[in-house]
């Protein structure tokens, strides 16, 4: 099946590539503004990662937390793979304050008869200027790109600072924001149609409709909060492959609960303690088993350690399926 439009949201700019916004800006603030000569993405260029941390969690699977074997073999069962890219790019700098271009993608792809196939996809383009830090005269000129304000405050948060590195980064932030909607969105529609399993690259909490939805499995590959404290530490740490620790609950604040638990995907021995180390969420459904719930996707999961998704360097643990659905999608933003 071919891409289907996902609902737009009206600050996305139709076909404003990153080429097209440049040759539109450049017209619409004169030749004294110098347009960035092909820059870098800007999730290319060092940025702070928040701090590590712990959390504490409730366990759903018995009373303590402890390692568990996945019981049987591994064997297959995800039919589709759900992931997102994002692009960001300096067009231009008015007095110190940029202007971003952002490109957002989510694809959902199908696997039948061995081969992999788009089932949706979505890609949009938006253009962010911090208007707070323009002059009056450069924004209204910017109007035909629609422009997202990047130095609105978010929520409780301040204003941005009037330093170009908060801006930048405040607009890397609203481009990622915009990549998770779309991956929800294509999540959501999975639901509404399909009751098969689909794998999604990365926590599913945020959609109530996706987290709780049984046809729907997250898997969440980095590990700056560990949902461990004191000992537990030490079980997640010491997971063998094909070992998993005791099904626990999430509850995010302002987002879905899912039940969740660590896996070890390859053995770690002499690598970095989280080598093949993911957390893996799903519906939380207090009339399941979650033992056999937790082993049957545990199984699908080792399963898909075939082919290695190399030569990405996260292929200890991402899912070849996962990997294809980003290869798909940065051939075509």
């Known amino acids: 099946m071919g891409s289907t439009n996902v609902s737009r949201n009206?600050?996305?700019?139709?076909?404003?590539?990153?080429r097209a916004v440049t040759r539109g800006v450049r017209a619409a603030l004169g030749p004294a503004v110098h347009i960035q000569d092909a820059p870098a993405t800007l999730e290319q260029l060092?940025?702070?990662?928040?701090?590590?941390?712990?959390?504490?969690?409730?366990?759903?699977?018995?009373a303590t937390f402890i390692t568990r074997s996945v019981r049987g073999r591994p064997e297959p069962g995800f039919v589709a793979f759900l992931d997102g890219v994002q692009q960001s790019r300096v067009v231009t700098y008015v007095d110190g304050a940029p202007i971003v271009h952002g490109t957002a993608g989510a694809a959902v792809r199908e696997r039948r008869d061995r081969r992999m196939r788009t089932w949706?996809?979505?890609v949009e383009h938006r253009v962010y200027a911090p208007r707070q830090h323009l002059p009056a005269e450069i924004w209204d000129r910017l109007a035909p790109f629609a422009p997202v304000d990047s130095s609105a405050p978010e929520?409780?948060?301040?204003?941005?600072?009037?330093?170009?590195?908060?801006?930048?980064?405040?607009?890397?932030?609203?481009?990622q924001r915009h990549r998770e909607e779309l991956e929800q969105r294509l999540a959501e529609r999975w639901c509404d149609h399909e009751s098969r399993p689909l794998l999604v690259?990365?926590?599913?909490?945020?959609?109530?409709?996706?987290?709780?939805?049984?046809?729907?499995?997250?898997?969440?590959?980095s590990h700056r909060t560990l949902y461990a404290v004191d000992d537990e530490i030490g079980?997640?740490?010491r997971l063998g492959p094909a070992e998993r620790t005791s099904v626990?609950?999430?509850?995010?604040?302002?987002?879905?609960?899912?039940?969740?638990?660590?896996?070890?995907?390859?053995?770690?021995?002499?690598?970095?303690?989280?080598?093949?180390?993911?957390?893996?969420?799903?519906?939380?459904?207090?009339?399941?088993?979650?033992?056999?719930?937790?082993?049957?996707?545990?199984?699908?999961?080792?399963?898909?350690?075939a082919p290695l998704a190399l030569p990405d360097a996260r292929w200890d643990r991402m899912a070849y399926g996962i990997r294809d659905s980003e290869e798909f999608l940065r051939a075509i933003t």
């Open 155 to 175: 929520g409780d948060d301040a204003p941005s600072s009037r330093h170009p590195f908060s801006t930048l980064e405040r607009a890397v932030h609203l481009v």
């Open 235 to 237: 079980v997640v740490l």
């Open 10 to 18: 009206p600050t996305t700019v139709p076909d404003a590539d990153f």
């Open 120 to 122: 949706h996809h979505r």
């Open 248 to 305: 626990f609950l999430i509850e995010p604040k302002k987002r879905a609960p899912v039940a969740s638990w660590y896996l070890r995907l390859r053995d770690a021995s002499g690598r970095e303690p989280t080598f093949g180390l993911v957390r893996v969420e799903v519906a939380r459904d207090p009339s399941e088993d979650l033992t056999a719930r937790a082993d049957q996707v545990s199984r699908w999961l080792l399963a898909e350690g």
């Open 46 to 62: 060092a940025r702070a990662d928040d701090p590590p941390r712990t959390a504490r969690v409730r366990p759903l699977e018995g």
């Open 201 to 221: 690259d990365g926590g599913i909490s945020g959609s109530e409709r996706v987290a709780r939805a049984r046809c729907v499995v997250g898997v969440v590959k």
